[in-house]
């Protein structure tokens, strides 16, 4: 079964700033493609003047007079860029319940990502790290259980119990 988040946005902030940035970046590219058709002398190199004034005269109403369409379509835009940063904001909110799970002792949470997001390559890499901590976790538990049935050295006991409290430490910074 495939794991969904419930919401679009899970980190407002980073989320909005990645939107702006698009839109930012978009008007930029605009504005630079604008320089380089509308203003001579590289004007001239695509259909001479006259058709460039033609072009502009008619962006320049566009923009001016039509603004309303305009900012529907920067309000679109910044909508899309929205949801494309939940493709990124996303897995790292679900890397980060992880990490809260597992610092509270829940040593069988793993990281689940959906099949478009950004992090997707990561997961595995990732789990693996979870499932190799997991199990030394539990080596640890087992060796420690089977010094105390046996009876071995305190010193032995102590060393591998003072690891265990190492590892429950972590949990609770």
């Not at 309303?68 to 904001?89: D, K």
């Not at 040593?107 to 689940?112: D, E, G, I, L, N």
Request: glycine letters at 6%; one cysteine or more; a positive charge.
């Amino acid at each position: 079964m495939m794991w969904r988040r419930r919401k679009s946005v899970v980190n407002f902030r980073q989320q909005v700033w990645f939107a702006l940035e698009l839109v930012a970046v978009t008007l930029g590219f605009v504005m630079l493609c604008a320089f380089f058709l509308f203003v001579p002398p590289l004007s001239y190199l695509f259909e001479g003047e006259e058709s460039t004034a033609w072009v502009l005269d008619a962006l320049l109403r566009v923009v001016f007079m039509k603004w309303p369409v305009v900012m529907a379509a920067l309000a679109v835009w910044f909508g899309i860029g929205l949801l494309m940063s939940h493709r990124l904001s996303g897995p790292l909110y679900g890397l980060d319940r992880t990490l809260l799970s597992w610092k509270k002792g829940d040593r069988s949470a793993r990281v689940r990502f959906r099949k478009y997001d950004y992090l997707l390559p990561a997961k595995d890499s990732l789990n693996s790290f979870f499932d190799r901590q997991e199990n030394l976790f539990l080596e640890v538990q087992a060796v420690l259980e089977s010094i105390e049935k046996s009876g071995a050295g305190e010193a032995n006991r102590k060393s591998v119990s003072d690891l265990l409290a190492k590892i429950k430490k972590t949990e609770n910074e």
